[in-house]
């Protein structure tokens, strides 16, 4: 089957005073309709700006945007902003981090969505359009989706507006669904329910999820294959069970024991990966990580002056970018993380 | 809504009030005799005791002010030389003028409403125009234009700018008449012929403040989320920026302008100077060098009614335009 999305070599790069960004380099992956792809990584790691790309929405006068996003078999890259413009909201659509600044606070939430409805359906009549939105509204779980409609987005509480940001990217029975941080502004209990939302949804869309995220704990719960970003590359890449269970990548292993886990021993503290993000400014020569990696010692000097390539990591689909051979890479893991992670 | 209006109607009236005594009450304070402005410069003794008498100078202030007020609400009888019964609202009798003020005011307020409206619809489209397109092209050459503009009308003089106008339109290509005041209803033509160049230079003078305000605004619209939201639903720019990027940037440019409108109405002392316009501002100066008490109260009162209106306006407007704010 083939991808509905694939991104291939993608590579962002903005123009600043400082110079030029490059906010992602070279990135690879696809999304099949029906699974869903998680991008994980800290702040300033490009998941974001990724996610902007492939919707066409960063700023042509700030942003460069080079390599094949290709969505449904058509080539969004250096395609006409009309053309781009048409495919958004009907085909891609998008759930932003925080619903209170993402929605219009002057316009009543009903007619915000029944307005990405109208932008693609030109036909619709008003009462059909209306009828359509509470119909949704009631189906992603907001109580009286009739009178929810003529309510505006501070009448609601966090958790609804997030439904109805979902009900407004849905309302065009989107192929692609690309949410960005979608439960981050939420507390715990509306969050699960947000995802429970949203895996419902999905099977019965058929829709490709490309989820952006640094909670790997949503990640556990929804993602069927992870991407794992540093500094605008992808380090790490397979399926959620071979990245959370087999992780290969030392910055993966400090993202996984970075997170408190049940079944671990409450005395031990919770391990931080030491070190900061790089500036993208100033990515560090080799491998970005290395200031940070306790195994840069490991091989002579290369991971300070040779990239990685992302290359098979054993099992099918699983690829890491590191210098560590597979074996050396065990080793360390058995020694250093076994049973901190989860 | 009408527990707002109650309660802003009663501020109203409390403020109106707290002006006209300090307005009655600074009068009185000052080191001049009010007679003295009031009749010809021979005047006679007992011609000076007769007008202080008709004006009631000689009861007590508290006496003096509770007349006003009264003449204001119900009317009162002035005496014989000030033109007798004075109906509500009686704002009292100017000697200096020699009639009623309401009979003045009934005469200079058309001029400042028919210099200040056409001029604040002029200012607003073309500062929110500047405004808009140098915030949509942030440093391009339309942006620098705009911003050299604003800088020019926010720091020449209206009085420089009015000086000008008339001398390349009137006096040199006598394109316009010498400007003056005709009624609308009389004749609209030589209405507007006569009030162009005071329009021009108010709007040239106010919207380059406007141009600057609305810039600010919509550069910071254009970077909120839910700009952003609405690209992604696949709007087109001109939705986008018409729609939802305009109506959150023009909620401060309202309260802006319901309160440049309110003031200017109050009185445009140096347009009507400049022009030589016979409208409120220009009454209220003349009312000063004379010392006509009566005069200026009114001028005061009815600048201070027109601010206060404005705040009301403004408020309800912001409200229309804004469902988080509350009224109450």
């Known amino acids: 089957m083939v991808p509905y999305l694939c991104v291939d070599d993608l ?38 700006v990724t996610a902007l790309a492939v ?66 359906h030109r036909r619709a009549g008003r009462a059909q359009t209306r009828r359509h939105v509470v119909e ?156 940070r990696c306790r195994y840069a010692a490991d091989t002579n000097g290369r991971c300070r002056v040779e990239r990685p390539e992302l290359r098979s990591a054993g099992a099918p689909g699983h690829r890491v970018a590191c210098h560590l051979g597979d074996e050396q890479r065990a080793r360390r893991y058995a020694r250093d993380f076994a049973g901190v992670t989860r | 809504m009408l527990r707002f209006l109650l309660k802003r109607a009663l501020g109203a009236v409390l403020t109106l009030f707290t002006v006209s005594v300090l307005t009655f009450g600074m009068f009185f304070a000052l080191p001049r005799d009010p007679v003295s402005g009031m009749c010809p410069k021979n005047c006679d003794p007992q011609r000076l005791e007769r007008v202080r008498q008709e004006l009631g100078l000689r009861d007590p202030l508290v006496d003096q002010y509770a007349n006003y007020l009264k003449g204001i609400v119900a009317g009162r009888d002035l005496g014989g030389a000030q033109g007798g019964r004075c109906d509500a609202p009686c704002l009292g009798w100017s000697y ?25 619809i002029g200012w607003l489209l073309l500062g929110v125009g500047l405004g808009m397109v140098s915030a949509l092209r942030p440093g391009s050459w339309w942006d620098r234009a705009a911003i050299g503009f604003s800088l020019t009308g926010a720091s020449v003089p209206l009085y420089v700018v009015g000086a000008v106008l008339l001398l390349v339109f009137v006096y040199t290509l006598r394109w316009l008449p010498v400007p003056a005041y005709t009624p609308l209803a009389t004749d609209p033509l030589r209405w507007a012929g ?49 729609k939802h990027a305009l109506r959150a940037a023009i909620a401060p440019v309202v309260t802006v302008a319901g309160l440049d409108v309110g003031a200017a109405l109050g009185g445009t002392v140096i347009t009507e100077t400049t022009f030589g316009l016979p409208g409120l501002g220009r009454a209220a100066v003349d009312a000063v060098r004379a010392g006509d008490l009566p005069m200026i109260m009114a001028t005061v009162l009815v600048a201070a009614v027109f601010v206060v209106l404005a705040n009301l306006l403004v408020d309800l407007l912001y409200a229309a335009i804004d469902p988080r704010v509350r009224l109450g």
């Not at chain 1, 906010?23 to 998941?47: C, M, N, P």
């Not at chain 1, 925080?98 to 029944?114: C, F, T």
């Not at chain 1, 502004?185 to 969050?191: E, G, I, M, P, W």
């Not at chain 2, 003028?97 to 056409?118: C, F, G, W, Y």
């Open chain 1, 55 to 120: 919707l066409g929405l960063l700023d042509a006068r700030q942003a460069t945007v080079a390599g094949r996003i290709t969505l449904g078999g058509r080539q969004l890259v250096g395609r006409p902003e009309a053309e781009v413009r048409r495919l958004r909201g009907r085909d891609m659509a998008m759930i932003f981090q925080d619903p209170l600044s993402a929605l219009h606070p002057y316009y009543p939430v009903g007619r915000q969505i029944a307005e990405a409805y109208r932008v693609h």
């Open chain 2, 96 to 120: 200096v003028n020699n009639e009623a003020v309401t009979d003045t005011l009934a005469r200079v307020l058309p001029v400042t409403v028919s210099i200040v409206v056409p001029a604040a």
């Open chain 2, 194 to 242: 006569g009030l162009v160049l005071a329009w021009c230079s108010l709007a040239f003078l106010y919207s380059a403040i406007y141009a600057r305000l609305f810039r600010a605004q919509l550069l910071e619209t254009l970077s909120e989320d839910f700009v952003r939201t609405a690209r992604a639903k696949g709007l087109s720019n001109t939705r986008v920026y018409g």
């Open chain 1, 11 to 48: 590579r962002v790069s903005f123009t600043g005073r400082d110079g030029a960004v490059r906010a992602v380099d070279g990135l690879s992956f696809a999304v099949q309709r029906g699974r869903t792809l998680a991008v994980v990584g800290e702040s300033g790691s490009g998941k974001s």
């Open chain 1, 136 to 291: 949704l509204l009631g189906r992603v779980g907001i109580a009286q989706p009739q009178r929810c409609y003529d309510q505006y987005p501070h009448e609601f509480s966090g958790g609804m507006r997030q439904r109805a940001m979902i009900a407004m990217a849905l309302v065009n029975d989107p192929a692609l669904l690309i949410a960005d941080e979608p439960t981050t502004a939420l507390d715990v209990t509306v969050q699960a329910r947000i995802l429970d939302l949203l895996a419902d949804l999905q099977v019965e869309f058929d829709t490709a999820i490309l989820l952006v995220t640094h909670d790997l704990g949503v990640v556990a719960q929804v993602a069927d294959d992870v991407l794992v970003m540093y500094a605008g590359r992808a380090v790490e890449q397979g399926s959620a069970e071979q990245v959370l269970r087999r992780p290969q990548h030392p910055y993966t292993w400090g993202l996984l024991s970075s997170v408190p886990s049940w079944h671990g021993d409450p005395a031990t503290d919770l391990a931080a990966i030491a070190g900061s993000p790089p500036s993208l400014t100033d990515v560090p020569a080799g491998c970005a990580f290395h200031p």
